[in-house]
């Protein structure tokens, strides 16, 4: 399925936006552009951003076809690439309004890990919030968002393609709460 010229441009920009670069030990080695940072199998930092409604159910939402990795999966987590002169912290509460229009939050930190597949190396910082005003999904990034319980989450996973790092990062925070 062809990519729209919107989506096309969408891509274009993001391919070319700037990320921090880090070792495999997470030191900051500098900025290059995301598409550099694939092309050559670097290490980048992202976020992983579990949102919860009061109703402990899950927002998972469907990535536009523009997307370099994983476009037109299903994704458990809000998230992306940290800027070079981002937290990992401050790069969640951006995502989360980016991708989903969530902001004001109060976001937890759980942990750190490292993943790791031939196109994508990543050190995760997993975070959840709690929110259960309105989804504004940005055009761009997701073609729709929808709270499911858990067990959906899990249950659909195994029949529609999910984001690889986004599940481990649920499977993670899963089985850090004995859930």
């Not at 274009?12 to 495999?24: F, I, N």
């Not at 800027?83 to 976001?107: C, I, K």
């Not at 940005?138 to 984001?163: G, H, I, M, T, W």
């Amino acid at each position: 399925m062809p990519i729209d010229p919107l989506e096309a441009a969408h891509r274009a920009a993001s391919d070319v936006e700037r990320v921090a670069w880090v070792d495999a030990q997470d030191r900051l080695l500098g900025a290059l552009p995301r598409a550099e940072l694939r092309e050559r199998a670097l290490i980048g930092r992202g976020t992983f951003i579990l949102l919860f409604n009061g109703q402990g159910e899950l927002c998972v939402h469907r990535r536009t076809l523009s997307k370099a990795l994983y476009p037109g999966y299903w994704d458990v987590a809000a998230g992306g690439m940290v800027g070079p002169d981002e937290t990992y912290a401050q790069s969640a509460a951006r995502e989360l309004e980016e991708e989903l229009g969530v902001s004001g939050v109060a976001l937890q930190f759980h942990e750190k890990f490292f993943f790791d597949q031939p196109d994508n190396h990543l050190w995760c910082a997993v975070f959840s919030a709690v929110w259960d005003g309105p989804l504004r999904p940005q055009p761009e990034e997701v073609l729709e968002a929808r709270f499911v319980s858990l067990d959906q989450a899990q249950a659909d996973s195994l029949n529609k393609p999910y984001c690889p790092d986004s599940l481990a990062a649920l499977q993670r925070y899963r089985r850090a709460l004995g859930r």
